[in-house]
């Protein structure tokens, strides 16, 4: 059974990093684009960056600059760095694929103070 665990979150002032992992059990990533997303009380899930197996990355326009996704294939993990964060990083954060392949985990809360 397919289980996505997502870590790093926390509580962090503006301008601080982050760097989240999202790890998986019963099954490998093997060659499967990854991403992360997001999702706040006020918005809908939105992918904020993803990474294919060929190493090519794509990030939402807020977040491009300052994130930046990577991959450990060998140890199915998948890593989030934040830099810069804002106070509207803030929210709950997961990892999937981008086409939401498998169940979605419990996901880590970011939470940025101004």
């Known amino acids: 059974q397919v289980r996505l665990v997502e870590s790093g979150g926390g509580l962090v002032q503006a301008g601080g990093s982050l760097r989240l992992s999202c790890a998986a059990s019963g099954t490998i990533f093997g060659a499967r684009p990854m991403g992360w997303f997001r999702q706040s009380p006020e918005k809908q899930r939105e992918l904020v960056a993803r990474?294919?197996?060929?190493?090519?990355?794509w990030y939402k326009d807020s977040v491009k600059g300052r994130f930046s996704v990577s991959t450990d294939y060998a140890k199915d993990v998948v890593y989030l760095q934040m830099n810069s964060l804002k106070p509207e990083d803030t929210a709950v954060y997961y990892c999937?694929?981008?086409?939401?392949?498998?169940?979605w985990g419990q996901g880590t809360q970011v939470t940025v103070s101004s």
């Open positions: 999937n694929t981008p086409d939401s392949t498998f169940p």
């Open positions: 990474i294919s197996n060929s190493d090519n990355e």
